[in-house]
């Protein structure tokens, strides 16, 4: 799955993304508190599950084929003037090696990828991805360890919330995970800028209430949906 893809299913035009960065700035105009948004195509490209998947269909035509080889056989003999001992394998060789092909290209669609893939596995992938992001994109590094990533893996259809330790002391995580269905459930609905406002601005009501702004108020991550590509 590509980006331009995901942006199309989704809807976010750029105006969608201007109202997702106005609502984490009136969030964090309340709060110490830090909210950063990241929207990734997948969290992983789960290659073998789709090859694994391309390898039973092509076996299964294979067998299917099996019974078959006499009116093949009898098919070229009809057709042909010589039929040469290697042509019916190389007609199953062909076959799989086609159907494999063609189940590779045909599984990575999005919806028959969420199908074959299990759920433990997607689950495992969005959840490091997103743990990578918090790391990588500095979220861990606020002065009062005061900031969350709202992360979205489109492909797996989830969202994770994670926050930094110090929120963590604070508020507990089965709060922020009923903040991320809902952002999911808006998102399978078709209304991805509505959940992610609505989930900033609930995450910035339990942030304001915890961490509430003082005098000063530096704004120590960027503000805004955060498109990750490969």
Not at 127 to 133: G, I, L, R, V
Not at 150 to 176: M, N, T
Request: proline letters at 3%.
């Amino acid at each position: 799955m590509n980006t331009a893809y995901m942006l199309r299913k989704t809807g976010l035009s750029q105006q969608d993304f201007d109202h997702i960065q106005q609502a984490v700035k009136r969030a964090e105009a309340h709060t110490t508190g830090e909210i950063a948004l990241a929207l990734t195509c997948e969290s992983e490209h789960y290659s073998f599950w789709e090859l694994l998947t391309a390898t039973y269909v092509a076996a299964a035509v294979f067998i299917a084929l099996l019974p078959l080889a006499d009116n093949l056989l009898s098919l070229y003999q009809t057709h042909l003037w010589y039929v040469a001992d290697w042509l019916l394998p190389a007609f199953y060789g062909i076959a799989t090696l086609v159907t494999i092909a063609a189940g590779f290209f045909i599984v990575n669609i999005p919806f028959l990828d969420r199908l074959i893939i299990p759920r433990s596995v997607q689950t495992k992938a969005v959840t490091a991805k997103a743990f990578e992001h918090f790391t990588r994109s500095g979220v861990y590094d606020t002065k009062e360890h005061s900031g969350i990533l709202i992360f979205v893996s489109y492909l797996e259809r989830q969202v994770r919330i994670i926050a930094d330790s110090g929120i963590a002391q604070k508020i507990p995580q089965d709060l922020w995970n009923i903040i991320a269905d809902d952002l999911a459930e808006g998102i399978r609905r078709g209304q991805t800028k509505e959940g992610f406002v609505s989930a900033v601005e609930k995450c910035g009501e339990l942030l304001a209430e915890h961490f509430p702004a003082g005098e000063e108020n530096p704004n120590e991550l960027p503000d805004g949906l955060v498109i990750l590509e490969d």
